[in-house]
């Protein structure tokens, strides 16, 4: 058997060592949908399913939802759970952290679905 030098086992043990700490990363603080009734405008980016994103800018009662380069003005529907902003055309619904954009009408086909924010848009 062959025998290391003492300096590759001083490594090996170091490395060994760095890797049962583990990394800590950093989470970044969620990105919440503001309140229905602000005033100031607030735009969120969102992922979705097959690498769709929706852009939605939130403000009084409205959001201003863009999607493949269509953009639609709706306002803020009541619900008892989650949010629903939608006009004659489509709705962009959720709860929480997830949200759907679909078409209203006969299918309802969704248009984007599971979105998740990702980051904050001007």
């Known amino acids: ?12 043990a170091s490395l060994g060592a ?5 990394t800590k990363v950093a989470k970044s603080a969620p990105i919440s949908r503001p309140s229905p009734d ?3 405008p607030r735009g969120i ?8 994103e929706v852009q939605v800018v939130y403000a009084k009662n409205r959001a201003t939802v863009t999607f493949e380069n269509r953009t639609w003005r709706t306002e803020y ?5 989650g949010f629903r902003y939608s006009d004659s055309s489509v709705q962009w619904m959720g709860r929480d952290d997830l949200a759907a954009l ?17 980051r904050l848009t001007s």
């Open 18 to 22: 760095c890797a049962q700490q583990g």
């Open 1 to 12: 058997m062959r025998h290391l030098p003492t300096t590759a086992l001083l490594l090996v």
């Open 77 to 81: 529907q009541p619900t008892g759970d």
């Open 45 to 52: 980016a969102y992922a979705c399913e097959n690498n769709k």
């Open 38 to 40: 602000d005033l100031v």
């Open 102 to 118: 679909r078409e209203n009408g006969g299918t309802g086909r969704p248009l984007a679905w599971n979105c998740r924010p990702t």
